[in-house]
Structures are given as structure tokens and as C-alpha cells.
């Protein structure tokens, strides 16, 4: 892991395209601007944890879990 130090103001650059600035320092806390393409998908680390671990569940499903969710599900319209 790289550690760094900054300060308000300062910043790092991570690629060519995005950047992470020092925006306000209180208490505990920092507070960070992002500057990056809006095709990057920016998450917190434990919102992105929480959408792993969803994901993780998805890929456990057998095919009776689907069959029984789909059962429940309308058939497709013109169809009976």
C-alpha cells in the first residue's frame, strides 16, 4: 500500500485521468474532491464491499432457486 501525506489543496493523480484533491480536513475526517471520467464507476469502500459480497450471493443461486422465481413470474404477453 502506498501511504502519502497532504495537505488541503494537494493532491494525487492516479492514470491520466483521474485526480484526488484535499478538499477539507476536520476533526477526524477528510473530506476528497475526484475529478474523473464519468465512465468510471467511484465508489465507497464499503458501499463497493457490500455490492461484492451481493454479487458473491447472486453467483450461489441453483437453478430451483430460479425456477421457483420464475414460476411466480408473468408468462410473456401472446403467450399462455
Keep these: 500500500m502506498l501511504v ?3 495537505k488541503i489543496g494537494e493532491g494525487i493523480v492516479i492514470g491520466d485521468d483521474i485526480k484526488l484533491t484535499v478538499i477539507e480536513i476536520k476533526g477526524g475526517t477528510i473530506r476528497l474532491g475526484i475529478d474523473a471520467p464519468r465512465d468510471k464507476k467511484i465508489y465507497r469502500q464499503e458501499v463497493y464491499e457490500r455490492i461484492q ?5 447472486a453467483l450461489s443461486w441453483s437453478m430451483e432457486d430460479l425456477a421457483a ?4 413470474l408473468p408468462s410473456p404477453q401472446g403467450e399462455e
Excluded at 459480497?53 to 450471493?57: L, P, S, V
Design 4 to 6: 502519502l501525506t497532504r
Design 53 to 57: 459480497k451481493q454479487n458473491q450471493a
Design 69 to 72: 422465481i420464475s414460476a411466480d
